[in-house]
């Protein structure tokens, strides 16, 4: 059964304000939020934290459409846009094809960036393109009303590439062990981020059960109680209070008894430049308990070859075989990509045991209605194709 987090109106009004407040949000500006207003991204994030400051919230279109988003932003002179990666990714591929005329982008400065990880080549490209300089991250969940951390306009460009930010005011946080979860580690350990504050949930509706396994109230000498939340995240915090994401716990791939953390590998396969899209699941595996799979959506134009399902086309592979132009990162020549490719480059940058076992061209992912990627429905998939596949082809 769902899950309804049970929020207050403290917990939505402030959070939307320390939002606003943190990117600098005025009446002058003009905020396109593109995710929906079901979600909290477009409630909280988009109109609470436009209604809190006085800035103004344009609403493109009913659902997501990039074109509608890129004329809205020009017609309308926005100064903020919203998104997760996948929305960013499909605007930018609409100017790269020239289907939207490059203008009218030059008074965008700010905007949020959640709901998924973006790797520092997207980020990079919505700098340069969109001009989106003071692009922030939010980090946060339904539970939590919703954003605990997020960065400052300001911030350094790494921070904003390899963290989520600090805090928001009255937030407070810490690292525990992943397997005790009332220890709480040192400064740069890796382990599960648990936050506390006024934007946390009362519970889940009806589910007394569920709510005891992810909150927990902390009560101090004299009698004062905290509620903190798990939030499932595998995390790490750093001296000036930056936090870093590291992965969903639930996602974490263990190879042979190594732990494989699926956004380090998405983020090197996604620099490279006939890559569109890149989602990695783990695969249950007889040798070594679980393998990497990596699905892959590629440029458009782009020839592949043959995938570990069978699609593609072998010629490439052949002629990937007989070239030894590799290009440069992220320019590789030739309009081509294969498995090995692919391979090649995540051993190269970070090691062996990192590389994807299996590798699946697909041209769309399994998503949420707010744009996440449903990675429990990839891995199913994928090991449905991996036993498919297999039985094809004994041996």
Known sequence: ?????????????????????????????????????????????????????????????????????????????????????????????????????????????????????????????????????????????????????????DDPLQKRLDSVGRLLPHVEAKVVDVADGRRILPIGERGELVVSGYHVMKGYWADETRTAEVRFVQTDEEGNGKAWMYTGDEAEMDSDGYVKITGRIKDLIIRGGENIHPLEVENCIFRMGEVNEVSVVGVPDERYGEVVAAFVVVQKGLRVGMDDRGKGEAEVDILANNTEDKGEEGERKGGILTRSMIREWVRERLSNHLMPRYVFWVDEYPKTASGKIRKFKLSKIATDWVAEYDGLHPG
């Open 1 to 153: 059964m769902p899950k309804a987090a049970c929020l207050t109106h403290t917990g939505i009004l402030n959070n939307g304000f320390f939002i606003g407040t943190r990117m600098g949000l005025t009446p002058t500006d003009i905020v396109c939020c593109p995710p929906p207003m079901f979600h909290c991204f477009g409630s909280i994030l988009g109109y609470m934290a436009t209604a809190t400051t006085g800035a103004a919230l344009l609403l493109p279109s009913e659902a997501f459409n990039p074109s509608a988003v890129l004329l809205s932003i020009q017609e309308e002179r926005a100064t903020a846009l919203y998104g997760v990666a996948t929305m960013f990714v499909a605007e930018l591929e609409l100017l790269a094809n020239k289907s939207i005329e490059y203008k009218g982008f030059e008074h965008l400065r700010t905007g949020i960036a959640a709901g998924s990880s973006v790797p520092s080549s997207l980020m990079e490209k919505l700098h340069s393109t969109l001009n989106l300089t003071g692009l922030t991250i939010c980090y946060g969940m339904t539970e939590t009303s919703p954003v605990s951390c997020m960065t400052f306009p």
